[in-house]
T-cell receptor, first 114, second 111 residues
Framework: DGGITQSPKYLFRKEGQNVTLSCEQN?????MYWYRQDPGQGLRLIYY???????QKGDIAEGYSVSREKKESFPLTVTSAQKNPTAFYLC?????????????FGSGTRLTVV | LAKTTQPISMDSYEGQEVNITCSHN???????ITWYQQFPSQGPRFIIQ???TKVTNEVASLFIPADKKSSTLSLPRVSLSDTAVYYC????????????FGQGTTLQVKP
């Protein structure tokens, strides 16, 4: 079945460490996105990529980095510069970025700083 | 960009029909209205989308009046497993494809 796979589901990070969240899709979607969700909040865009080897900052990119070396993969690195990284992270891909449908989300990674 | 307004929360009982209304201003005539469902610690899941009038699928109906200033998601005969947050989306951000999420409506279905 086609879909998006995020791993790990739970991740713990020590202060000052960088961690990388994995996102893989087999939907042949060009566009991929990383969102952050805090308790009781909607989703906020961190980074997005519309094509391989290209990505753009979203609304809250500070303290995060991404790469898009392959169409299927869009990993997110949470760096030590991100002061409040504890959150639920969601990866998504879309068949058509010009419409608000056709988006598929992964099951998320919950990151906790310990 | 169009902004959406939904009730923060709603309660219902099993077997009842639930209607969640979303208000949206400045929606373009060719914009689709899309609803997503999100369970705790999971990604949002597409429920239904519509352009105008009425759309029905196996899980929900979507009613859109002619002026498109609001839309209503209708869930027939809800069960406990329908307890979730429901998001109404009408906008994307220019060429980025960024979905504009509000706070959503938390639906609590009681036995």
């Amino acid at each position: 079945d086609g879909g998006i796979t995020q791993s790990p589901k739970y991740l713990f990070r020590k202060e000052g460490q960088n961690v990388t969240l994995s996102c893989e899709q087999n939907l042949n979607h060009d566009a991929m996105y990383w969102y952050r969700q805090d308790p009781g909040q909607g989703l906020r865009l961190i980074y997005y990529s519309q094509i391989v080897n290209d990505f753009q900052k979203g609304d809250i990119a500070e303290g995060y980095s991404v790469s898009r070396e392959k169409k299927e993969s869009f990993p997110l690195t949470v760096t030590s510069a991100q002061k409040n990284p504890t959150a639920f992270y969601l990866c998504a891909s879309s068949i058509d970025r010009r419409r608000n449908y056709g988006y598929t989300f992964g099951s998320g990674t919950r990151l906790t700083v310990v | 960009l169009a902004k959406t307004t939904q009730p923060i929360s709603m309660d219902s009982y099993e077997g009842q029909e639930v209607n969640i209304t979303c208000s949206h201003n400045n929606i373009a005539t060719n914009d689709y209205i899309t609803w997503y469902q999100q369970f705790p610690s999971q990604g949002p899941r597409f429920i239904i989308q519509g352009y105008k009038t009425k759309v029905t699928n196996e899980v929900a109906s979507l009613f859109i009046p002619a002026d498109k200033k609001s839309s209503t998601l209708s869930l027939p005969r809800v069960s406990l497993s329908d307890t979730a947050v429901y998001y109404c989306l009408v906008a994307i951000s220019g060429n980025t494809g960024k979905l504009i999420f509000g706070q959503g409506t938390t639906l609590q279905v009681k036995p």
